[in-house]
Every structure is written in structure tokens, then in C-alpha cells.
């Protein structure tokens, strides 16, 4: 198609396809749809919506036709394919200019443009992307704004790229070029200070480009392998040697150190113990890795984090002096070594020591020999050098198991160094109370604790508040024996009360309560001279945190403890327990309850509204009904029988199969304990229960589960029975005979429902009861239930296993404890 010609041509019939007559639209659109394979016509398109003098609309239509011809002609491979040399011109103009002025046009070229790059960029098309970063610089208002519009169109449809080729054409070149511009970036930080608006845009460009790294290094681990060589130089370069100072912010370091660590310690590049049963990706990996982490890389690395990264800053150090709470709960648990510096370097110290600790072993015991003996207190450096040293062996204490002996250390220095009571030394005294909580589970005899408890109860005389927070792990530890620490429990369980009663911060709490707990788990009935003081304050506590719901977690796991080691000294607790209404701690208390008092008769006034919520502690909450249940059934049904039997009935309305033989399950520890009282008070739930068994309930727990109560008040309470069985004859209009047959004959075909022994049992005790009667329709079913009880008795899961009597109410309370699976 000759473009000089054909363009009036083809001008001509766009502004007929634009027509609302149909007569002139209709042949134009055929013409249109012919001219569609003619080389040359998209050319002509492309004169056509970007010549602005044009009609709108035929230049809409235009572009319209352009942007559909690329989805059906523009791959080599489809029939009527544009050829290479219309696509290399129609490229060119396409992008040479970014001024349309009307919006609607501009956005289908930007999407256009997009659909070609998608096909061609960036092999075809290299120079698309360099075209638009710099027509984006330009100071026209209008050539920025399409260039934008462009680039963001062009991006979006790049990033849907999912043949492997091409995703590993686009990242070879932008991760490479990552390094290159993290570069520049840096360098121009030299430039603008910390009081430039710039200065936070260009830092948080810095850590996207990083995060692209981290990003693809923990999606992709194998396809990063040509870059760790690079990662591993740059990150190393900025963070460990001067190549950073000046430029190397502390947001720019986590990130570089999470770099290291992830490729030291990434599983896709460890091989196996077995060389030749590892992937050739991994081998490759790891030898990049080795080639790396040469000794002298390894020891600078080590002594550079442990002298310069390890060190408290005179920040950290008057934050102690002025907010120890704050410095006490610094962030350092959890993922915060993602995030924050100091975490950050010791889960990389960590993972490095433990990846090649033969290497880096000597070079920290050197460290530890050089630091033997007593420091000066006025050279701060070398005091907060050494508790720099002190941190690093007790993050590496595993490793060190065998190269250090740490008894001997204990006795002949840092037993001494935890006596000396100058205020500089106060972060060494810290630190070794730290570090002995790190190696005493690897290696402390148990013989020396005494002294360390000695120890231990000097320095919580200080009042520090940082030396608190080191004090859990002594205690809580697997040979903690009580009787050495007894001597020192009241005036160590006092000091921490009393910290626990000064802090103000939430978190500081909840460290102070996690102690106490372990305290008390540990000395267990030990404790009881001294916790009353703690028990009374714990309901103050409980209102004072009405907004921090972890640290009432904390006060409920300490209560909890407490209960477990303390209930028959505490009569006052129950008052407590309705301001700490929790189901888990009331569980708690009725499970340690040798009897019903009026104060936990009177909070089961609670019990409705947690059962209308039916949420997930419904099986805790019929725990503790079958625990009052247990414990006085008489008193317990007389005041709340009618409220509770309402609200099983309103929950037996809407709640799952799990949750109706839950409730069933209730009922009949009812019947079992109180079997006079009990069928009573639930009444107008056991006509449901018969006509399920009548009905033939298809599910076979829920079935077991029917006779189960049924059966119990059958045999325990016969009476009752008869007017439960008269009541169903009225309301089934069934004769009372045929009624009482038809329920033996579904009890004795679905005894194969029940699975447990002892109900079996239960159900052959309950139709055996009925036989002394001259009933012609029990006579009648006489082989049936003789059948299913001698079935009952030569069971082979009773073999050998004693089943407790759950027949006998005077049975003791801990024998009708209910399984797990039954409640």
C-alpha cells in the first residue's frame, strides 16, 4: 500500500466508519477489515491519529484499528504478520513524539505502545525505555505528562511477563543495574545533608532497591545465584569497611546484613553431607560462598561486628540512666531483626559463628583471653568492649561448648566481676548476669548456683531495673533444683513484687510477670508464705489494663500458677475471680476446688452470655459446667438448672453435630450425678433426644450419644422414664406398646454406633433393666438385648483395662474426670 495514495483512501473511509448511518458505516467497516493485512496500512493508521489537525473522532477510530491490528498481526508467527521492516518504522514513530493534547487518544496510544513493548521490548525495542526516561526529564508540561502516562502503561504490562525467557532477560539486566545505581545513590548522599527534604526520599529509594534484592534473593534463591558474588562484595564493602563510612546509614546497614545472612544461611545453597547427592545449583552456590568467606574476610567480619556493632552507644547508655524501662524493652524478639540494627547484627553474628564456627572460634576466644582480669573502670571503652566480647559467647554459647570451659570461668572471674559495685561497671554486671543465663542450660554445674543466686540477690538489691530482666533465665532452667534456691526466695519473690508494683510500661509488666511465673512453676508449693501480697494486688492490676489485653494474659498465667500451687490458703481468690472472669483461669480454679463455695456458686451468673456467643470456648465452657456438676449437683441445679437448661436449648437450635453432642454430654453427667434431680430440670430437652433415637439420627455420634442419655435415665430413674415415654405416645399419636418397641428395636440395630465400652455397657444395663417386666413387647425383643449384653461382656477392648463404675454416683470426682474427646 503506496502511503501517499492510500492515505486519502483510507482518511476517506475512517470518517465514513464514524457515520451513525448504517448504509455509510457498514461498507466502510468491511473495507477497514480488508485493508487490515495490506502492508502499509498500520503506517497509514499511525499518519493518521497523530496528525492533530484531523477530526477527533476519526483519529479515535483510527488508533482503536492500530491497537487491535497489534494483538492479531504484530507476532512473527501469525497469519498476515507485519513485516519486520513496517514494525522497526512503525516503532520509531510511535515513540517520537509525546504530545497528544486529547486525553482519551493519548491513554490507547500509552496502552498501544504498551502491547508492542510487551511483544518486542527489550530486544526489538531496547531504546523504548531510554525514550522515555528522557522525555519524562523534559520541561514541557504536557510531553511529561504522556511520557508518564506511557512509562506507567509500558511498566504494568512488562511486569504481566511470565515466559521464563523473558522474566530472566528483564532481570539480568535491572538487578545488575541495582548495584550500579545503589552506587550512585550513596555517593549522592555525600552531597545532602540530613536537614534536606531530599535527603528521606533518597534513603527510602535506597532501601527499596534493597528490598528488591532481599525480595528476589527469598523468592528466587537459585535464578540469584550469578549475583551472590556481587551482593556479598557490595553488602560487605558499605557495612564492614570504610568504604561506608560517611554514606552507610543504620536503615541501609539492616538491610545490607540481611543480605549476608540470608545467603549465609540460605538452605538452597547447603549442600548435603553426601557432595554427589546435591543439585549442581547448590554446588554452585556453595562454592561461591566459600570462595567468599575466606578467613580473613571471616575475621574481619567477626571483630568488626563484636568491636564496633556489638558496642552500647552513649544513646543506649543515657536512655539507661533515664528511661530504663525503655531500655529494657527494646525491640528484640520476633522478626525485629528485619527492621532494627542491634538484633540485626546478632542474628547475623549468630547465623555466621554457627556456619563456619571452626573458623571464627579462635578468633573470639583471642578476644576473651586478651579481656581476662579485672578492668579499669574509668577507661569506658575497654568496659563497653568487654561486654561487647561477653555478648558475642553467649550468642555463640553452643558452639563453644568444648572450647570453653565455663565453670572455671564463672569461679575465677565473672563470679568477681558480678561483686564489684562501681557505678561504671554496671553494664558489665548486666551483661554477665546475660551471659550466664545463655550457657547455663549449655554447661553450669549445678553446684555453683548457690553462689549465683548469692550473686543474683545482691545485684536486685541495686534497684536497677535492667538487671530484672536478666534474672528470668536463671531460674528458669532444666536442673533448677528448689532446695538450693529456697534460702533466697522470699527476698527475691519480695524485690520483684515491688518492681512489679513501681513499673509503669506495659511490656515491663508483662517481663515482671513472666518471671514470677517462673518462679512460682519452678518452687512450686514453696511459694505459699509469700504470695499473698501478689494476690491481692493482681485484681488492681487486672483493672489497670483494661486496654492491653497481653498483659492481662500475663496476669491470668500468673494467677493460674498461683492457683495451681496456692488454692486451699486462698479463700479470698474467688472474689478476685469475678473481676478475672477468664474461662481458662476459672477452669483452673474449679479443677483445684475441693468443694462449691457461694463465691464461685455466684459467678456462674456469667456462663449465659458466654454461651449465646458461641463462639470457640464453648467446649472450656461445658468443661466447667460439668465441673460444678461434679462438684454439688444439688446446689448448683437448684439455682441455675433453669437458666442453663434455656440456654442449651437456645444453642441446640443452631450449633454443629460437635456441639449438639457436646451439650448432650452435659446432660447426662447431670443424670449420672443427680439422676433424681436431674432429668427434671432438663425436660423439655429430652423429647428432642427420643424422637432422634425413634427417628434414626444418621450420624452415629450424635446416635451414641442419644441413648447415651437416654439410657442413663432409663436405668437410673425409671420412673421418670415412663412418664417421658407416655409424654412421646400423646405427641406421636402412637400406642404407648408400639412406641416402647419401636424404640428397643432402633437401640439394638444401632448399638454398632457406639464405640466406647463403657457406654455399651451402659446401654445393655438399661434394656436388661426392662426384662423383670411381664410387658409382652419386651418379652419380644427378649433375644435382641440378651444378644447386645452378652456382646457387652465379652468386648475385647475391656481385655485387661479398667473402666471406672460410671454407673455409681459415689464414685470419687477424680475417676468421672471426662476424657478430652468426650466434652
Same mark, same amino acid.
Given at each position: 500500500?503506496?502511503?501517499?495514495s492510500?492515505s486519502?483512501?483510507v482518511?476517506?473511509v475512517?470518517?465514513?466508519a464514524?457515520?451513525?448511518?448504517?448504509?455509510?458505516?457498514?461498507?466502510?467497516?468491511e473495507?477497514l477489515?480488508?485493508?487490515?493485512i495490506?502492508p502499509g496500512?498500520y503506517?497509514?493508521?499511525?499518519?493518521?491519529?497523530?496528525?492533530?489537525?484531523l477530526?477527533?473522532n476519526?483519529r479515535?477510530l483510527a488508533?482503536?484499528?492500530?491497537?487491535?491490528g497489534?494483538?492479531?498481526?504484530?507476532r512473527?508467527v501469525?497469519p498476515h504478520?507485519l513485516?519486520?521492516e513496517e514494525k522497526s518504522?512503525l516503532?520509531?514513530?510511535l515513540?517520537?513524539?509525546f504530545?497528544?493534547?486529547?486525553?482519551?487518544?493519548?491513554?490507547?496510544?500509552?496502552?498501544?505502545?504498551?502491547?508492542?513493548?510487551?511483544l518486542?521490548c527489550?530486544?526489538?525495542?531496547?531504546?523504548?525505555?531510554p525514550t522515555l526516561?528522557?522525555?519524562?526529564?523534559v520541561?514541557?508540561?504536557?510531553r511529561?505528562?504522556r511520557?508518564?502516562?506511557?512509562?506507567?502503561?509500558?511498566?504494568?504490562?512488562?511486569?504481566?511477563?511470565r515466559l521464563?525467557?523473558?522474566r530472566?532477560?528483564?532481570?539480568?539486566?535491572?538487578?545488575h543495574a541495582?548495584?550500579?545505581?545503589?552506587k550512585q545513590f550513596?555517593?549522592?548522599s555525600r552531597?545532602i545533608g540530613t536537614?534536606?527534604?531530599c535527603?528521606?526520599?533518597?534513603?527510602k529509594?535506597i532501601?527499596?532497591?534493597?528490598?528488591?534484592?532481599?525480595d528476589f534473593?527469598?523468592q528466587?534463591?537459585?535464578?540469584?545465584?550469578?549475583l551472590i558474588?556481587r551482593?556479598?562484595?557490595?553488602?560487605?564493602?558499605y557495612?564492614f569497611?570504610?568504604?561506608?563510612?560517611?554514606v552507610?546509614?543504620?536503615?541501609?546497614?539492616?538491610?545490607c546484613?540481611n543480605?549476608?545472612?540470608?545467603?549465609?544461611?540460605?538452605?538452597a545453597?547447603?549442600?548435603?553431607k553426601h557432595?554427589?547427592?546435591?543439585?549442581?545449583?547448590?554446588?554452585?552456590?556453595?562454592k561461591?560462598?566459600?570462595s567468599?568467606?575466606?578467613?580473613?574476610?571471616l575475621?574481619?567480619i567477626?571483630r568488626?561486628?563484636?568491636s564496633h556493632y556489638?558496642?552500647?552507644t552513649?544513646e543506649?547508655?543515657?536512655?539507661?540512666?533515664?528511661d530504663p524501662?525503655?531500655?529494657?524493652?527494646?525491640?528484640?524478639?520476633?522478626?525485629?531483626?528485619?527492621?532494627?540494627?542491634r538484633?540485626?547484627?546478632?542474628?547475623?553474628f549468630?547465623d555466621?559463628f554457627h556456619?563456619?564456627n571452626?573458623?571464627?572460634?579462635p578468633?573470639?576466644l583471642?578476644?576473651?583471653?586478651?579481656?581476662?582480669?579485672?578492668?579499669n573502670?574509668?577507661?569506658?571503652n575497654?568496659?563497653?568492649?568487654k561486654?561487647?566480647?561477653?555478648?558475642a559467647?553467649g550468642?555463640?554459647?553452643?558452639e563453644?561448648f568444648?572450647?570453653?570451659d565455663?565453670?572455671?570461668?564463672?569461679?575465677?572471674?565473672l563470679?568477681?566481676?558480678?561483686?564489684?559495685?562501681h557505678?561504671?561497671?554496671k553494664?558489665?554486671?548486666?551483661?554477665?548476669i546475660?551471659?550466664?543465663g545463655?550457657?547455663?542450660?549449655?554447661?553450669?554445674?549445678s553446684?555453683?548456683?548457690?553462689?549465683?543466686?548469692?550473686?543474683i540477690?545482691?545485684?536486685?538489691q541495686d534497684?536497677?531495673?535492667?538487671?530484672?530482666?536478666?534474672?528470668?533465665?536463671?531460674?528458669?532452667?532444666?536442673?533448677?533444683?528448689?532446695?538450693?534456691?529456697?534460702p533466697?526466695?522470699e527476698?527475691m519473690f519480695t524485690?520483684?513484687?515491688?518492681?512489679?508494683?513501681?513499673?509503669?510500661?506495659?511490656?515491663?509488666?508483662m517481663?515482671?510477670?513472666?518471671v514470677?511465673?517462673?518462679?512460682?512453676?519452678r518452687?512450686n508449693?514453696?511459694?505459699?508464705p509469700?504470695?499473698?501480697?501478689?494476690?491481692?494486688?493482681?485484681?488492681?492490676?487486672w483493672k489497670?489494663?483494661?486496654?492491653?489485653?497481653?498483659l492481662?494474659c500475663?496476669?491470668l498465667?500468673? #494467677?493460674?500458677?498461683?492457683?495451681? *500451687?496456692?488454692? +486451699? @490458703?486462698?479463700?479470698?481468690?474467688?472474689s478476685? %475471680?469475678y473481676?478475672?472472669?477468664?474461662?481458662?483461669c476459672?477452669?483452673?480454679?474449679?479443677?483445684n476446688?475441693?468443694?462449691?463455695t457461694p463465691e464461685?456458686l455466684?459467678i456462674f451468673?456469667?456462663?449465659?452470655?458466654l454461651?449465646?456467643l458461641?463462639?470457640e470456648?464453648l467446649?472450656?465452657?461445658?468443661?466447667?459446667i460439668?465441673a460444678?456438676?461434679?462438684?454439688?449437683s444439688s446446689?448448683?441445679?437448684q439455682?441455675y438448672s433453669?437458666?442453663?437448661?434455656?440456654s442449651?436449648?437456645?444453642?441446640?437450635?443452631?450449633?454443629?453435630?460437635?456441639?449438639?453432642v457436646?451439650?448432650?454430654?452435659?446432660v447426662?453427667?447431670v443424670?449420672?450425678v443427680?439422676?433424681?434431680?436431674?432429668p427434671?430440670?432438663f425436660?423439655?430437652?429430652?423429647?428432642?433426644?427420643?424422637?432422634g433415637?425413634?427417628d434414626?439420627?444418621?450420624?452415629?455420634?450424635?446416635?451414641?450419644t442419644? #441413648?447415651?442419655?437416654?439410657?442413663? *435415665?432409663?436405668? +437410673? @430413674?425409671?420412673?421418670?422414664f415412663s412418664?417421658l %415415654?407416655?409424654q412421646m405416645?400423646?405427641?406421636?399419636?402412637?400406642e404407648?406398646?408400639?412406641?416402647?418397641?419401636?424404640m428397643?428395636?432402633?437401640?439394638?440395630?444401632?448399638?454398632?454406633?457406639?464405640?466406647q465400652?463403657?457406654?455399651r455397657?451402659?446401654?445393655a444395663?438399661a434394656?436388661?433393666?426392662?426384662l423383670?417386666?411381664?410387658?409382652?413387647v419386651?418379652?419380644?425383643?427378649?433375644?435382641?438385648?440378651i444378644?447386645?449384653?452378652?456382646?457387652g461382656?465379652?468386648d475385647?477392648?475391656l481385655?485387661?483395662i479398667?473402666?471406672?463404675?460410671?454407673l455409681?454416683?459415689?464414685t470419687p470426682?477424680h475417676?468421672?474426670?471426662?476424657?478430652?474427646?468426650?466434652?
Amino acid at each position: 500500500m503506496d502511503l501517499n495514495s492510500a492515505s486519502t483512501v483510507v482518511l476517506q473511509v475512517l470518517t465514513q466508519a464514524t457515520s451513525q448511518d448504517t448504509a455509510v458505516l457498514k461498507p466502510a467497516e468491511e473495507q477497514l477489515k480488508q485493508w487490515e493485512i495490506q502492508p502499509g496500512f498500520y503506517s497509514v493508521l499511525l499518519n493518521i491519529f497523530t496528525n492533530h489537525t484531523l477530526d477527533v473522532n476519526v483519529r479515535w477510530l483510527a488508533v482503536l484499528y492500530f491497537k487491535n491490528g497489534i494483538d492479531r498481526y504484530w507476532r512473527r508467527v501469525a497469519p498476515h504478520s507485519l513485516s519486520e521492516e513496517e514494525k522497526s518504522t512503525l516503532r520509531a514513530g510511535l515513540i517520537t513524539n509525546f504530545n497528544e493534547p486529547v486525553n482519551q487518544i493519548a491513554t490507547q496510544i500509552s496502552v498501544l505502545i504498551a502491547k508492542v513493548a510487551r511483544l518486542d521490548c527489550p530486544r526489538q525495542w531496547p531504546e523504548l525505555i531510554p525514550t522515555l526516561l528522557e522525555s519524562v526529564k523534559v520541561h514541557d508540561d504536557l510531553r511529561q505528562h504522556r511520557a508518564l502516562l506511557t512509562f506507567y502503561h509500558v511498566t504494568k504490562t512488562l511486569a504481566s511477563k511470565r515466559l521464563a525467557a523473558d522474566r530472566k532477560l528483564f532481570y539480568d539486566g535491572f538487578l545488575h543495574a541495582v548495584f550500579e545505581r545503589l552506587k550512585q545513590f550513596l555517593e549522592c548522599s555525600r552531597s545532602i545533608g540530613t536537614e534536606n527534604v531530599c535527603r528521606d526520599r533518597l534513603e527510602k529509594t535506597i532501601i527499596l532497591f534493597t528490598k528488591v534484592l532481599l525480595d528476589f534473593l527469598d523468592q528466587h534463591p537459585f535464578s540469584f545465584t550469578p549475583l551472590i558474588q556481587r551482593s556479598l562484595e557490595f553488602a560487605v564493602s558499605y557495612v564492614f569497611t570504610e568504604a561506608g563510612e560517611g554514606v552507610a546509614f543504620e536503615r541501609f546497614i539492616v538491610q545490607c546484613m540481611n543480605l549476608i545472612k540470608m545467603i549465609v544461611k540460605n538452605y538452597a545453597y547447603k549442600p548435603s553431607k553426601h557432595f554427589e547427592d546435591s543439585s549442581p545449583e547448590t554446588l554452585e552456590a556453595h562454592k561461591i560462598k566459600t570462595s567468599f568467606f575466606t578467613y580473613p574476610t571471616l575475621m574481619e567480619i567477626c571483630r568488626r561486628l563484636v568491636s564496633h556493632y556489638f558496642l552500647l552507644t552513649e544513646e543506649e547508655l543515657t536512655m539507661w540512666e533515664e528511661d530504663p524501662e525503655g531500655f529494657t524493652v527494646e525491640e528484640t524478639g520476633g522478626d525485629s531483626w528485619k527492621y532494627s540494627l542491634r538484633p540485626c547484627t546478632e542474628v547475623l553474628f549468630i547465623d555466621i559463628f554457627h556456619e563456619y564456627n571452626q573458623t571464627l572460634t579462635p578468633v573470639l576466644l583471642e578476644m576473651v583471653h586478651s579481656l581476662q582480669g579485672p578492668t579499669n573502670v574509668e577507661d569506658t571503652n575497654a568496659l563497653l568492649i568487654k561486654d561487647a566480647v561477653y555478648n558475642a559467647v553467649g550468642l555463640a554459647a553452643y558452639e563453644l561448648f568444648d572450647s570453653v570451659d565455663f565453670d572455671q570461668w564463672f569461679k575465677n572471674q565473672l563470679l568477681a566481676e558480678l561483686q564489684v559495685s562501681h557505678n561504671r561497671y554496671k553494664p558489665i554486671r548486666r551483661r554477665v548476669i546475660w551471659l550466664i543465663g545463655q550457657w547455663i542450660s549449655v554447661k553450669f554445674k549445678s553446684d555453683l548456683r548457690p553462689m549465683l543466686y548469692e550473686a543474683i540477690r545482691n545485684l536486685l538489691q541495686d534497684q536497677d531495673l535492667v538487671f530484672f530482666f536478666n534474672f528470668c533465665s536463671p531460674v528458669d532452667d532444666f536442673e533448677f533444683r528448689t532446695e538450693q534456691f529456697l534460702p533466697y526466695l522470699e527476698s527475691m519473690f519480695t524485690l520483684l513484687f515491688q518492681l512489679l508494683q513501681e513499673v509503669t510500661e506495659c511490656d515491663t509488666k508483662m517481663h515482671v510477670l513472666h518471671v514470677l511465673s517462673c518462679v512460682i512453676e519452678r518452687v512450686n508449693i514453696q511459694i505459699r508464705p509469700y504470695v499473698g501480697c501478689l494476690v491481692q494486688y493482681l485484681p488492681l492490676l487486672w483493672k489497670q489494663s483494661e486496654e492491653h489485653n497481653m498483659l492481662r494474659c500475663a496476669i491470668l498465667t500468673t #494467677l493460674i500458677h498461683l492457683i495451681q *500451687v496456692k488454692y +486451699q @490458703n486462698l479463700p479470698d481468690t474467688f472474689s478476685h %475471680l469475678y473481676i478475672l472472669c477468664d474461662i481458662l483461669c476459672w477452669l483452673v480454679t474449679l479443677e483445684n476446688s475441693p468443694c462449691l463455695t457461694p463465691e464461685l456458686l455466684r459467678i456462674f451468673q456469667n456462663m449465659s452470655a458466654l454461651l449465646e456467643l458461641s463462639s470457640e470456648n464453648l467446649r472450656t465452657c461445658f468443661k466447667i459446667i460439668s465441673a460444678y456438676i461434679f462438684l454439688s449437683s444439688s446446689e448448683f441445679l437448684q439455682v441455675y438448672s433453669g437458666d442453663l437448661c434455656r440456654s442449651f436449648c437456645e444453642l441446640l437450635k443452631d450449633i454443629t453435630t460437635e456441639g449438639q453432642v457436646q451439650v448432650l454430654k452435659v446432660v447426662e453427667n447431670v443424670v449420672k450425678v443427680n439422676p433424681a434431680l436431674g432429668p427434671q430440670m432438663f425436660q423439655p430437652l429430652l423429647p428432642s433426644v427420643f424422637r432422634g433415637i425413634i427417628d434414626g439420627e444418621r450420624y452415629p455420634v450424635v446416635m451414641s450419644t442419644y #441413648l447415651g442419655v437416654i439410657g442413663r *435415665v432409663l436405668l +437410673q @430413674n425409671a420412673s421418670f422414664f415412663s412418664l417421658l %415415654l407416655s409424654q412421646m405416645a400423646c405427641e406421636c399419636g402412637q400406642e404407648l406398646d408400639q412406641l416402647l418397641g419401636n424404640m428397643i428395636e432402633m437401640w439394638v440395630d444401632r448399638m454398632d454406633n457406639i464405640t466406647q465400652p463403657e457406654r455399651r455397657k451402659l446401654s445393655a444395663l438399661a434394656l436388661l433393666s426392662l426384662l423383670p417386666s411381664d410387658n409382652s413387647v419386651i418379652q419380644d425383643k427378649f433375644c435382641g438385648i440378651i444378644n447386645i449384653s452378652v456382646e457387652g461382656l465379652h468386648d475385647p477392648a475391656l481385655q485387661g483395662i479398667y473402666i471406672p463404675d460410671m454407673l455409681n454416683i459415689h464414685t470419687p470426682l477424680h475417676m468421672l474426670t471426662i476424657p478430652e474427646d468426650d466434652i
